[in-house]
């Protein structure tokens, strides 16, 4: 009796493509309740709130530094499961979104940069504009259901992926405040015995992830900036059930992924947004639309990340490079360009990292993230809602694989 292939298990991001979208949704209600309540009489006591220590850190600090690791976690799985065995394992997969990533990320900054190029005391967001928020973006593509080719949320959520690996290493060389070595080494050690026990075949995750909580208060207390721990954590969890095989629904990153991701969608990115997107319109005048930072940081937004993800798409077909994503029409991907500016999740805590002593800045920073994605969200749903549908060949059907 020939043998059944065992069906290989679903990624939770790719599952999060098949329409449990619901997350995206969340984050945006999220973010407008913190708009709504940073205006209203409720203001004194959210803000308070958010600035009640408990322990060593204030509540807001221990959402950003400590529940957002949580995020980075997730961000690393995924960033390791498709490069070992998913939509980016070769580099003919990884092209067209590792070109239309870079692209993504160069033109915000230059229009960043351009911006506030008088100013240096501002120049250091450079890097606010150049991130993906891959719940948001994804989060609209979910409500405009079948109009928009499977192919396409693939190739966004491979392009976010990648843009998320590049902000994670754009946090860890450029937002890294004075370096404790002793702590640094400390946390060199706790990697190295996490690496050894995934080569002697540890299978279990309860050791990862005490070792990750000590990893986390080392790098935490080392300067570097804490979520990153949450990234090396993930490249040391084994991807197969056993040593020597594929991955399967029993393995450790597996298992982890899926049970993270209720988490992240639904707790710690909204109570990130909710804690960061409280904006106090309060004595807000139209000359803050035309301040350096929201200025830059929004048309590196809405401007920026079009022309490069669809600029280097368009380059690399035309190259011969890579393939234009399978039955999407050059419309539906400048749609999809056109959402990649918005960043909110990362583009606002790359904010509060480089302007972290600097309040008003960070006020500049917010708006400028809320108007850039609302204008990229707004125009890039509008263009994939009417865009029009690629016709198709006579008797073929469109490849959604």
């Known amino acids: 009796m020939p043998s059944i292939p065992l069906r290989r298990p679903l990624s939770a991001f790719r599952a999060l493509i098949g329409g449990e979208t619901g997350g995206g949704i969340v984050l945006m209600a999220s973010a407008a309740l913190a708009l709504i309540v940073a205006n209203s009489p409720a203001a004194p006591a959210y803000f308070a709130a958010l600035s009640t220590y408990l322990g060593p850190l204030s509540v807001l ?57 008088s100013s240096p005391g501002t120049l250091r967001g450079w890097a606010i504009p150049t991130a993906t ?49 002793p702590m640094l080494g400390a946390a060199a050690v706790v990697v190295a015995i996490l690496v050894a026990m995934n080569r002697a075949g540890v299978r279990q995750l309860a050791p990862y992830l005490l070792l990750g909580l000590a990893l986390w208060f080392f790098v ?27 991955d399967e629904a029993t393995s450790p990153l597996h298992r982890l992924e899926h049970g993270l991701l209720p988490w992240s969608a639904y707790l710690v990115l909204p109570l990130f947004g909710f804690a960061n997107a409280g904006v106090s319109l309060a004595g807000f ?30 380059l690399a077909v035309r190259l011969k490079l890579a393939q234009r994503p399978a039955g999407a029409s050059w419309i539906q991907v400048y749609g999809v ?54 016709v198709r060949a006579a008797g073929k059907r469109e490849a959604l694989g």
Request: glycine residues 12%; aromatic residues 8%.
């Open 285 to 314: 005048t139209g000359s803050m639309l035309l301040a350096p930072v929201t200025l830059g940081v929004a048309l590196g937004l809405f401007l920026g990340k079009q022309l490069g993800v669809f600029a280097t798409v368009w």
């Open 337 to 390: 360009a056109l959402l990649c500016g918005v960043g909110f999740t990362m583009s606002l805590f790359i904010g509060l990292l480089a302007f972290a002593s600097r309040p008003e800045l960070e006020a500049e920073t917010k708006v400028g993230v809320l108007v850039g994605s609302l204008l990229s969200m707004t125009v890039g749903a509008i263009v994939l809602r009417w865009a029009p549908q690629p």
């Open 61 to 117: 600090h221990w959402i950003n530094d400590g529940l957002m690791a949580l995020f980075f976690l997730l961000v690393g799985l995924e960033i390791k499961r498709e490069l070992l065995d998913g939509q980016l394992r070769s580099w003919s997969d990884r092209i067209l979104p590792g070109v239309a990533a870079v692209g993504g990320m160069a033109v915000p900054a230059l229009i960043f940069a351009a911006v506030n190029w």
């Open 133 to 181: 928020d891959i719940a948001f973006a994804l989060g609209v593509l979910a409500l405009l259901g079948s109009r928009v080719p499977v192919s396409l949320k693939v190739f966004l959520t491979a392009l976010a992926i990648l843009d998320d690996l590049g902000a994670v290493v754009v946090i860890a060389l450029f937002y890294t405040a004075d370096l404790s070595w």
């Open 220 to 246: 935490f207390s080392s300067g570097v900036h804490a979520t990153i721990a949450g990234v090396v954590l993930a490249l040391t969890i084994p991807l197969g059930a056993s040593p020597g095989r594929p």
